[in-house]
């Protein structure tokens, strides 16, 4: 199973459209976690699923997502309004209520993987506004084999950032 997560690409087009077109036949899922700034009846949505970021005004999009594939659930969500600045606590509840193992999230445009008890919480960073150490636009793969789950950031050239991958179970 694969999964392509992007998140706050704030109206940047190209970068979507490439990775639809290098992944197209290899990822089971898409999700974007938000700050799109495109409309409810965009192609894209076709593709991704996705939330409610605050940059987002369509009302229709979701503030929270859960998605299942295969044996697991993720939870999708911006992060705006789950303090994702400051602790992990309101999106381990989304995930608790939920049975879901993964939090995907974005807000931050930082990429990074956190873990409280047995639930992971990931930003894939932002594929068009890098923020934080990382200067380069990302985004990541969730991929599970088996037993064994991967998460993989990659930059906007599509080179794997082998410093914030890693084996999650």
Not at 38 to 53: A, L, Q, S
């Amino acid at each position: 199973m694969k999964v392509l997560i992007v998140s706050d690409n704030h109206r940047d087009e190209y970068r979507l459209e490439e990775l639809m077109n290098i992944y197209e036949n290899e990822i089971d899922l898409w999700l974007h976690c938000g700050d799109s700034e495109f409309g409810i009846n965009h192609p894209y949505w076709e593709t991704f699923k996705t939330v409610k970021g605050n940059m987002d005004w369509e009302k229709q999009f979701p503030e929270v997502r859960i998605e299942k594939l295969e044996d697991k659930t993720f939870g999708l969500l911006h992060g705006h309004h789950h303090q994702v600045k400051a602790t992990l606590a309101p999106m381990a509840e989304v995930a608790q209520e939920n049975e879901a193992s993964i939090i995907f999230y974005g807000h931050t445009h930082v990429a990074k993987v956190d873990q409280m008890d047995d639930i992971f919480f990931i930003n894939p960073g932002s594929i068009s506004q890098p923020r934080g150490a990382l200067r380069v636009g990302s985004y990541a793969i969730y991929e599970k084999n088996g037993a064994e789950e991967f998460i993989r950031f990659f930059d906007w050239d599509h080179n794997e950032l082998k410093e914030l991958s890693q084996k999650l179970v």
